[in-house]
């Protein structure tokens, strides 16, 4: 992924040094939606991303320098996984999710990718997935799945 500026904001390749500031987001960012499913931990919300973390998915979002979100797109036999998108709680609605997301969709059309993705039940970035494109592929309790064809 190359470094590219939108809005104001920079995208970059990510580096294992970025794991913890990025674990820092999610917490931030996840906690209200994790608190309204009763599904809050302080250690755990943080633990699960440095678990998953690979670095070369993944693009940290900065402005002036500091790292203010991240998203992941993981191969897998259907496509790829829209995983780790994540930004600051200062810095959402200002655009740059819907930025980041139509660059990124962009590409994986232009190859042809299908893209899934999961997000919580309840959460606000869903609408954000489905002005996208991403249709409800299935459901639980805690997630909703979805999932956008190429050009969709």
Known sequence: MSTSTIQGWSLRPA?????????EIRARAMRPDLERLGRY???????????????????????????TG???LR?????????H???????QGGGIGTAVLTRLLARTDAQGVTVKLNVLQGSAARSLYERHGF?????DPVDVYMVRLPGA
């Open 15 to 23: 580096t294992f040094e970025d794991v913890e500031p990025i674990a």
């Open 41 to 67: 931990d302080e250690h755990r919300v943080r633990q699960r991303l440095r678990d998953a973390y690979v670095p070369g998915h993944t693009s940290v979002v900065e402005a002036d320098g500091a790292v």
């Open 70 to 72: 991240c998203v992941a």
């Open 75 to 83: 191969p897998s036999a259907e496509g790829c996984w829209l995983e």
């Open 85 to 91: 998108f994540y930004l600051a709680p200062e810095v």
């Open 135 to 139: 249709a409800l592929e299935r459901e």
